[in-house]
């Protein structure tokens, strides 16, 4: 019931399909294809209550469920195909606690995406790319695409212009609301005539998104009245690293890490992005000998802002994007050939005091989801108990 699918096709249907669906079911689906594809999503099969879909239906959003349009509610009828304008669709089936059905099955593919322009949000800047045919179909050559910076020029090659746009420069625009903080520039294609104009002015609006769970990349032309849109989604890039003292100068490239029983460990998480209006905070933090499998069997080191580990420190850091922590192994990595580190990462507004990153230790019910925040799952590890025990060197 629901998930996260990343292949290029396959399949929904609702549950028990194509016995009688449960009471009470809410599934979501969050369908991602590549960059530059789009998803089509075709029904087969709707057996579900009929009426005005107030008790169970199916919602299809063109991108992520909180913050995108709706393309369609059903619960009947004609077996509709939607085609979204991004690489990203998401459905929801949702059922009542009175009547059960057949339900739903559906069928979705990954189409290529217009490739007159392309645009990738990367952790340092917007990547712009401009089909040379297409602008020469328009009747402009590459060398009149200027930025909101005239400044900034692109990289000319045989098929290609490319813009490497930074997040804080080149007349990059900064806006923040309620959910989301959004970078936007303009790629600028002006006509030359003074008295007479006989070409379209060309304008390439640019714009990433971060939303709760993505980052959300938008580029469109507007061609006079003409709207041309393309979206993208992808992530925030960030990582963890153990080092070898609480001076943070030398990272362990050990890999697996070798300690000893209550070693200091000492940790940095780091968000890789120019935008310095950004900060990091530890949400959660728990160990597994499994790196697929942090329910299982997990020790809490940290958890909803919470210590839980008596020996966990969190330590200043130099720039919002760090956050540095210290713990000792622990027993359980005695029981265990190999342990493995996942935290959960929490991205927010620097100084927005109502987001997450400044809410500290919270239990997940008194969660304030109103204001912009981006989290990330990241494992490290593994980590592996030197033989013979405890060394001669410090351990804490």
């Given amino acids: 019931?629901?998930?996260s699918i990343s292949n290029s096709s396959g399949m929904l249907q609702s549950p028990f399909y194509p016995g009688s669906y449960p009471n009470n079911a809410d599934c979501v689906w969050e369908i991602q294809v590549e960059n530059n594809f789009r998803v089509m999503l075709t029904f087969r099969?709707?057996?579900?209550?009929r009426g005005r879909c107030q008790y169970d239906y199916i919602e299809v959003y063109d991108g992520p469920p909180n913050s995108s349009p709706l393309l369609g509610?059903?619960?009947s009828g004609s077996f509709p195909t939607y085609t979204s304008s991004s690489n990203m669709m998401t459905v929801r089936f949702h059922s009542d606690s009175r009547y059960t059905f057949r339900g739903f099955q559906a069928y979705y593919s990954s189409i290529p995406a217009d490739h007159n322009t392309t645009l990738l949000c990367l952790p340092d800047y917007m990547h712009a790319?401009?089909?040379?045919d297409?602008?020469?179909?328009?009747g402009y050559s590459a060398q009149m695409l200027t930025l909101n910076d005239s400044r900034c020029k692109p990289t000319v090659t045989?098929?290609?212009?490319?813009?490497?746009?930074?997040y804080n420069g080149c007349g990059t625009i900064r806006e923040e609301n309620n959910d989301t903080i959004n970078y936007s520039n303009t790629i600028q294609v002006t006509s030359s005539g003074y008295i007479i104009k006989r070409k379209k002015n060309i304008h390439l609006h640019i714009s990433c998104k971060?939303?709760?769970?993505?980052?959300m990349q938008i580029m469109y032309a507007a061609e006079d009245t003409v709207d041309v849109t393309e979206n993208q989604f992808g992530r925030y890039d960030m990582n963890i690293t153990f080092y070898d003292s609480s001076s943070f100068l030398r990272p362990v490239r050990d890999y697996p890490y070798y300690i000893d029983l209550n070693q200091n460990l000492y940790a940095q998480a780091y968000l890789h992005s120019s935008d310095p209006n950004l900060i990091l905070f530890v949400d959660t933090c728990v160990a597994s000998p499994d790196p697929h499998d942090f329910i299982t069997l997990v020790y809490d080191i940290r958890r909803n802002g919470c210590v839980r580990d008596s020996s966990y420190v969190t330590y200043e850091s130099p720039h919002s994007h760090f956050a540095r922590f210290k713990f000792n192994a622990f027993e359980f990595i005695s029981r265990h050939p190999l342990v493995y580190l996942q935290c959960e990462l929490v991205v927010c507004r620097l100084h927005d005091y109502s987001s997450r990153c400044?809410?500290?230790c919270v239990s997940r019910s008194k969660r304030d989801t109103a204001s912009a925040e981006e989290k990330v799952h990241v494992v490290v590890g593994p980590l592996q108990l030197r033989e013979g025990g405890p060394q001669s060197r410090n351990t804490g």
């Fill in 358 to 360: 400044y809410q500290g």
């Fill in 129 to 132: 790319v401009v089909s040379r």
């Fill in 45 to 49: 099969d709707i057996a579900m209550q």
């Fill in 73 to 75: 509610r059903l619960c």
């Fill in 210 to 215: 971060m939303l709760q769970n993505n980052w």
């Fill in 158 to 166: 045989s098929r290609e212009v490319i813009f490497n746009i930074p």
């Fill in 134 to 138: 297409y602008l020469q179909a328009q």
């Fill in 1 to 3: 019931c629901g998930g």
